[in-house]
T-cell receptor, first 112, second 112 residues
Framework: GNSVTQMEGPVTLSEEAFLTINCTYT??????LFWYVQYPGEGLQLLLK?????DKGSNKGFEATYRKETTSFHLEKGSVQVSDSAVYFC???????????FGPGTRLSVLP | NAGVTQTPKFQVLKTGQSMTLQCAQD?????MYWYRQDPGMGLRLIYY???????DKGEVPNGYNVSRLNKREFSLRLESAAPSQTSVYFC???????????FGPGTRLTVL
């Protein structure tokens, strides 16, 4: 079946540090890939997405590239801010089963 | 636009009690979803409704029922609550399957 694996957290960084959160997936077809962010006490919000191989999604300084050969969609940001502290979820949409599958989430804490 | 709203925000039940979680969206979306979020497990799909009048089981449907009352509203019912159903429940909607999902703020449910 479909699955999403993310690096375990929590991840703690200093402000302006470089961020990478790894995400790999298993899917039967060619899924769409997403990163969602959850701030404390809130629901999830879409951060970025990519719908086909080699697409790059970007938003608010975050980027992720759909790598079909390595089945990966790693999230990166060049310089994190305290306000980026949140839980980040990698997810895929299975176009055959019409279902979203979420990873377990990675908690990021950015210290001033 | 309120987006996706959920009621209640918090609920405590005793084992065996029943309750209904309400969800409504004002974005004229076709698809609606119910997820539960448990520590270390990300979001798991309970039920979804691809369009008004249809509902389908997700990954963890046991112990739950749903009703797509109209295009706006999608309720989740626990007929006989169990401690294993202690979780945070999120409702989401999207214009079409595979599109960006918009999440509600969540309902934190504790079953004693």
């Amino acid at each position: 079946g479909n699955s999403v694996t993310q690096m375990e957290g929590p991840v703690t960084l200093s402000e302006e540090a470089f961020l990478t959160i790894n995400c790999t997936y298993t899917a039967t077809g060619y899924p769409s890939l997403f990163w969602y962010v959850q701030y404390p006490g809130e629901g999830l919000q879409l951060l970025l997405k990519a719908t086909k191989a080699d697409d790059k999604g970007s938003n608010k300084g975050f980027e992720a590239t759909y790598r079909k050969e390595t089945t990966s969609f790693h999230l990166e940001k060049g310089s994190v801010q305290v306000s980026d502290s949140a839980v980040y979820f990698c997810a895929l949409f299975d176009n055959y089963g019409q279902n979203f599958v979420f990873g377990p989430g990675t908690r990021l804490s950015v210290l001033p | 636009n309120a987006g996706v709203t959920q009621t209640p925000k918090f609920q405590v039940l005793k084992t065996g009690q029943s309750m209904t979680l309400q969800c409504a969206q004002d974005m004229n979306h076709n698809s609606m979803y119910w997820y539960r979020q448990d520590p270390g497990m990300g979001l798991r799909l309970i039920y979804y409704s691809a369009s008004e009048g249809t509902t389908d089981k997700g990954e963890v449907p046991n112990g739950y029922n749903v009703s797509r009352l109209n295009k706006r509203e999608f309720s989740l019912r626990l007929e006989s609550a169990a401690p294993s159903q202690t979780s945070v429940y999120f409702c989401a909607s999207s214009e079409v399957g595979g599109g960006e999902q918009f999440f509600g703020p969540g309902t934190r449910l504790t079953v004693l």
